[in-house]
């Protein structure tokens, strides 16, 4: 297995179009971002500058992983190097949990670029924070990797594409990616992972600590993310 995902890391990292959409794309929204906003502040009263960051950190990495592993399995399934990999001594389980790992540690370009630019252009955080909100970040992607693993295997690879973007889009629209969440739309985000996603950042505010809500919501959408790419996985065996 960890064969498996040393090849699938090096692959993607390789990717031009990987280096294009899911790390200079987010990097050069927040640019236009903040100054949009001109160093003010969003709804709530955060500052642009660091609300931004978060979220299109966040909009690289699930971008990062959903559309990389929904698309690379589609091709997969296609060309029959899945079926291949069922002839091997390589167990389904170790298979999906490898795709999951791979997908996750290629988002960690997609958060570093980001946060990067947030550092120059005057984000002022302490250095627990940074790794903190770091590592925060990178676990939650561990949750749009199982979700891209699912949709690899729900839809035919001439479908995939077009379903892994309306998903992502969706979620990123009413999640607080390109603006904070109103109030009255709390109350419906709170079931979408992105909007939790995002709100993982929140104790980097004075006052705040890490919202225990919003790490329940995303270990839950982890567990039924994992549980449906195993289903559906199996049910891909059954039909090869």
């Known amino acids: 297995m960890t064969t498996l995902i040393q090849l699938e890391i090096l692959r993607t990292l390789r990717n031009k179009r990987y280096l294009m959409f899911t790390v200079l794309y987010p990097a050069l929204l927040y640019v236009f971002f903040i100054n949009a906003y001109s160093g003010g502040e969003v709804a709530g009263g955060v500052p642009a500058k660091s609300y931004f960051m978060v979220s299109m950190a966040t909009f690289g990495a699930v971008g990062a992983v959903l559309t990389g592993s929904a698309q690379r399995i589609s091709l997969e399934r296609k060309s029959g190097w899945t079926r291949q990999l069922r002839l091997t ?3 389904g389980r170790a298979y999906t949990v490898g795709k999951i790992a791979s997908c996750a540690v290629t988002t960690l370009p997609a958060i570093a670029v980001v ?8 984000v002022r955080l ?3 924070q940074w790794l903190g909100l770091g590592l925060a970040l990178w676990m ?4 749009f990797a199982a979700l891209g693993v699912a949709l690899g295997y729900a839809a035919q690879p001439d479908a995939v594409q077009p379903m892994v973007m309306i998903v992502y889009m969706l979620m990123a629209l009413f999640g607080g ?7 009255s739309l709390k109350a419906f985000a709170r079931f979408n992972p992105v909007y939790l996603y995002n709100q993982l950042a929140s104790f980097t505010r004075p006052g705040h600590t890490l919202d225990p809500v919003a790490v329940a919501g ?3 959408f982890l567990a039924l993310f994992v549980a449906a790419a195993a289903y559906l996985y199996r049910q891909d065996t059954k039909q090869a």
């Open 89 to 91: 001594a390589l167990p």
């Open 218 to 220: 995303l270990a839950g």
């Open 140 to 143: 939650g992607s561990f949750v």
């Open 115 to 122: 946060f990067a630019i947030g550092a120059v252009e005057g």
């Open 126 to 128: 302490g250095a627990a």
């Open 177 to 183: 990616t390109w603006f904070p969440v109103s109030d």
